[in-house]
């Protein structure tokens, strides 16, 4: 029987209390979020170009962080690497709120510039923290309960989703979407994640280094992996549907708010509806994966998803209460999308290439979602000089993004998938860019989650 310790239980409990605080900072983070895309496109009106360039930093330094991370890690201990790069992020975003408050709203260049600054600083210190809080975590949660601990803290994140967001819509309601309404739902992720900093510096670690976000051997790990053939096609998978799925998530948030006249409170209703559904499938996915298995599982939601999202092509202004039977379909899809692409992705990759595996899908698939927005908001840009026919031409770009996600799966079909449990392990940064790309359609719960297997007893 395992019992744990006085100092295990406060550093789980400051964990727990962690997740809840650094909830509506995680949200804020990513620039498809109910919250940044409402500022970003209702308020301060960026237009397409300045989005789609947004949309693809949070990838950009996904794909970045395999350099950075083994270089920047060899010089600091893992507990020091992650609170070093979260203070650093919080730095970044206590000059974005100043940022908020006083840039002009009549001058869209000016904002693109500032949020494209932003959001690159931001998305790189993020990127970082989470590959060492990744390691880090791995060191103060015991290894017996890690499963059912990280279940429980999902739940209280989950809790702190779902109020943020109906404080949001409170806020932009009672506030007509004002400024003054944007600059205190931000102050309130601000501030709340300093206090989850604070927080975190109470947790101590048995490991004095805090563990280990790289091994030496990085380079020669990465190099092996090519042998292995179907870990291959799964990341070649990743890499097409992750570039139709980026498109897509830059293209619904514009969309919705520009195109149908949503507003901000909608969106984030909408929002709410998707992140509840996909919230209530975790577990009956969960079981029908380990029923079935992951590839068929992910072919039949992912498909579904896909299938459903076509309503986008035919939703017009005046049918907007149809967006709410799409997001909750999509919601309850999705989430069995990402959980058996997790599944599957940690039966592929080689035990003992388990981070190094994780970093070369992260790369790959965050080098499509990197330039999938950019070419998105290039043509809507280049669609409004030339007085094209707008709402038009981006229901014919969701097609072609929902074919290409289709077409994607074409790739994965048949592929062996070995009849093995994947390791027990923390995979906070395995699905990371997919996980952000659902966030910008809905399922915000998971932005600040934590997949792992759970041990069998």
């Not at 990280?150 to 400024?179: K, Q």
């Not at 998530?249 to 509840?276: E, K, N, R």
């Not at 969960?286 to 992910?298: L, Q, S, T, W």
């Not at 290409?404 to 940064?429: A, D, V």
Request: aromatic share 12%.
């Amino acid at each position: 029987m395992w019992v744990q310790s006085s100092r295990t239980r406060r550093n789980l409990r400051y964990s727990s209390i962690d997740a809840i605080f650094s909830t509506p900072w995680s949200l804020l983070s990513l620039p498809g979020s109910f919250l940044m895309a409402g500022l970003l496109n209702a308020y301060f009106q960026i237009g397409p170009f300045w989005f789609g360039l947004l949309c693809a930093m949070p990838a950009l330094a996904n794909a970045l962080q395999i350099v950075m991370v083994p270089f920047i890690a060899r010089y600091m201990a893992v507990r020091d690497f992650t609170l070093c790069h979260g203070w650093m992020n919080l730095g970044i975003w206590l000059s974005g709120l100043v940022g908020i408050a006083f840039i002009p709203r009549d001058n869209p260049d000016l904002a693109g510039w500032f949020f494209t600054c932003l959001f690159a600083l931001g998305s790189t210190t993020l990127s970082l923290l989470v590959m060492g809080w990744t390691a880090w975590v791995g060191d103060f949660v015991p290894v017996e309960i890690r499963g059912r601990y990280m279940g429980r803290r999902n739940r209280f994140a989950s809790i702190a989703t779902l109020s943020f967001m109906c404080l949001s819509i409170l806020m932009l309601e009672l506030l007509d979407a004002s400024r003054i309404a944007y600059i205190i739902l931000v102050a309130v992720a601000v501030f709340a994640r300093m206090a989850a900093m604070y927080i975190q510096h109470l947790i101590q670690s048995p490991d004095p280094t805090g563990g280990q976000v790289a091994s030496a051997n990085w380079a020669k790990e990465l190099s092996a992996l090519k042998e292995h053939k179907p870990l291959m096609r799964f990341v070649c998978y990743g890499m097409a549907s992750g570039f139709f799925m980026a498109g897509m998530g830059a293209l619904v948030p514009i969309y919705a708010l520009d195109q149908l006249g949503a507003s901000p409170a909608q969106f984030t209703s909408f929002s709410i509806a998707g992140t509840i559904s996909g919230a209530l499938g975790v577990r009956l996915w969960g079981e029908m994966i380990d029923r079935h298995g992951a590839v068929p599982i992910m072919l039949i939601s992912f498909i579904a998803w896909r299938i459903g999202d076509m309503g986008w092509l035919f939703i017009t202004p005046d049918a907007l209460f149809w967006m709410y039977p799409m997001w909750i379909s999509g919601g309850l899809m999705a989430i069995g999308y990402l959980l058996g692409s997790f599944n599957l992705l940690l039966k592929l990759i080689p035990k003992h290439s388990r981070t190094a595996g994780i970093s070369l899908n992260l790369t790959v698939t965050s080098i499509a979602a990197t330039i999938a927005p950019i070419l998105i908001g290039w043509i809507l840009n280049k669609a409004g000089q030339l007085d094209w026919n707008i709402p038009l031409t981006y229901r014919c770009l969701m097609a072609i993004c929902l074919t290409g996600c289709l077409l994607s799966t074409l790739i994965i079909r048949g592929i062996k998938e070995p009849q093995t449990k994947p390791e027990l392990n923390t995979i906070q940064g395995a699905m990371r860019t997919i996980r952000q790309l659902t966030v910008n359609q809905g399922l915000n719960f998971i932005s600040n989650a934590s997949f792992i297997v759970r041990r069998k007893r």
